[in-house]
T-cell receptor, first 114, second 113 residues
């Protein structure tokens, strides 16, 4: 069964450093998403991406964040200058269509900012 | 504003019994609802969804009920098994070009062997 994959599974970084989280969405999907989950809290939407541009983003997704689809298979989330409060699980998701199409989630990357 | 929340943070159920997990939402514009299961250290896993033009949908051992009058959603798991132990999130999405899924706070289901 096709699945979303993410690398690395765990990333540790120093405050102020840049990190890139990587995702490989399901191959025939067209819509891509990033969510995050701070420990013990609910999953929060960050951004959606379609046709090589951001289609929707939350207030969390400020100028420190960016997304990119550098090739036909990868989807990345970059945090330019990490802060302590960026420590969380980051989930990538993809769907075949917009809105009410089912989003399938990857296993997540645990980001720890020291 | 939009809000998806859960009534109970933890639910303990004896193995073999049926489980019912409840969820309330406040946004009348919500028209698509999803239940996700999240096991420890893993991403949310799609279980079942329902659109607002339906009031019931069944899957394998799971049933989702939607009551739009009181803005209430429930997930029923039949013959609960130890492998069902996880956190269950109800989530909401809206048609009309919106793409983000809004998650509730989650209910932890503990299955007692």
């Amino acid at each position: 069964e096709p699945e979303v994959t993410q690398t690395p599974s765990h990333q540790v970084t120093q405050m102020g450093q840049e990190v890139i989280l990587r995702c490989v969405p399901i191959s025939n999907h067209l819509y891509f998403y990033w969510y995050r989950q701070i420990l013990g809290q609910k999953v929060e939407f960050l951004v959606s991406f379609y046709n090589n541009e951001i289609s929707e983003k939350s207030e969390i997704f400020d100028d420190q964040f960016s997304v990119e689809r550098p090739d036909g298979s990868n989807f990345t989330l970059k945090i330019r200058s990490t802060k302590l409060e960026d420590s969380a699980m980051y989930f990538c998701a993809s769907s075949g269509g917009p809105g009410t199409d089912t989003q399938y989630f990857g296993p997540g990357t645990r980001l720890t900012v020291l | 504003g939009e809000s998806v929340g859960l009534h109970l943070p933890t639910l303990s159920v004896q193995e073999g019994d049926n489980s019912i997990i409840n969820c309330a939402y406040s946004n009348s514009a919500s028209d698509y609802f999803i239940w996700y299961k999240q096991e420890s250290g893993k991403g949310p896993q799609f279980i079942i969804d329902i659109r607002s033009n339906m009031d019931k949908r069944q899957g394998q051992r799971v049933t989702v009920l939607l009551n739009k009058t009181v803005k209430h959603l429930s997930l029923q798991i039949a013959a609960t098994q130890p492998g069902d132990s996880a956190v269950y999130f109800c989530a909401e999405n809206r048609a009309g070009g919106y793409q983000k899924v809004t998650f509730g706070t989650g209910t932890k289901l503990q299955v007692i062997p």
